[in-house]
């Protein structure tokens, strides 16, 4: 028998599909269902070839396609806090914006102690993180911002029975990180950090216009071109030992260094370098901070006095204040800095801009999902 369309044929396939779809709908707007859990699925992350190859991915939170979207769910998701009151919600994204490369902004009153540091290309710190370097580990910062009473100022046994009593989220969990056995919780604190830490790796910046010259794909204006010169020679402007640049893509060393602030302005010693070590030799001394995406992290230095990117670069100039540890990298101090021109001023300027990546600033998988689960 050959298989005809005919008129009747076609309305009965509509007819079907249309109930099909009826029932579907139905499903959807019906009580929750529970999903069979699959995967935690291999995520592969997109590095450059001119990047590190030390990704640091600790053996016991390897990242997960199910792992890095249930970290981004609670990344934006203040109910993260614990608190039933929603004027009492904080997450990850009350403070680190991606408008802002993750960080708060100029307008941004962070109501910390410290001026923020941005959250991309973390997953090469092999190092040291905050400002002091106090924390050697993602998911313990992580653990640390959950619960610091400057930060999200949550409880942990709230914040995982908050997030415990949000039905998709017990799926989640089970995908991320495999069902538990009968009775124990799949929802804790550990797995919580450890989620927040995928998705917190996955945040990668590597699309700048400096990107796309060093990959030859376009070029460089002779402005930027003579400021990348003066950024990665002793004689210019001399800031490549700290902050990279040539070689060194991620544009920090990872170190810590005392860059010559006026110590009396400001927090100059508040959780500085010293107060984890208890070394004299290490006051006023901060992490080195990636100069990626410099354009949109303003305010500058750890205490924020730097509003401009020009402020910064006058405080390099001649702006210098002598101390007995500062850094031996600081070789103009003798001369208060490396006594730039003001065309030289706006060169190194405009090669700071080529860093940028506005891609950044709008990647879709990197937003707050918005698909109407999230408050
Ligand atoms: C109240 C604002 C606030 C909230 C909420 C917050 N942070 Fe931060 N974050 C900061 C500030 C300020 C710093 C810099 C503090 C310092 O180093 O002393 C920082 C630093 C960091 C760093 C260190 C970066 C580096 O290079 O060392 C990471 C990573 C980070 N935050 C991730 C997160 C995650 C993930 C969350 C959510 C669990 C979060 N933060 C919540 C303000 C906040
Ligand atoms: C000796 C190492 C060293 C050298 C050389 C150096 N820096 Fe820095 N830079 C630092 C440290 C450390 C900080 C953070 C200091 C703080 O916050 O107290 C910093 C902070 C910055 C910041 C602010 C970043 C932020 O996110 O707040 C900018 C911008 C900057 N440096 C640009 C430059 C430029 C441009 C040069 C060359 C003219 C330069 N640096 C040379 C160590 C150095």
Known sequence: MSFRYTKRRLWAGICLLGSLCFGLAAVSCGPYQ????????????????????????????????????LGRYLFYDGRVSGHSDPAAWRSCATCHLQAHAFEGGLDYAAPTPHAMLPLFNVAFNNVRYHWSGDTDSLERLIYLALTDPDEINGHPDSITARIAAIPFYNDMFAAAFGQVAPGAPVVTIDRICKAIAQFARTIVSANS????????????TD???????????????????????SGNMLFTTYGFANN???????????????????????????RIPTLRNI????PYMHDGRFKTLEEVIDQYSEGVHYAPNISPLMHHVTDGGVQLTEPEKQALKAFLLTLSDPGLLTDPSLSKPQDGRLP
């Open 34 to 69: 529970p999903e069979e859990p699959e995967g935690p699925d291999y995520f592969d992350l997109n590095i450059p070839t001119y990047f590190p190859t030390d990704v640091h991915v600790p053996a016991d939170n390897p990242l997960s396609v199910q792992g890095v979207n």
């Open 209 to 220: 216009k400096f990107d796309r010259y060093v990959r030859g794909e376009t070029t460089l």
């Open 223 to 245: 402005e930027e071109l003579k400021g990348y010169l003066l950024f990665t020679t002793e004689e210019g402007a001399d800031c490549f030992h700290c902050h990279g640049g």
């Open 260 to 286: 010559g602030l006026d110590p009396d302005s400001l927090y100059h010693d508040a959780f500085d370098r010293a107060s984890v070590t208890g070394n004299a030799a290490d006051k006023g001394v901060y």
């Open 295 to 298: 354009e949109y992290t303003a």
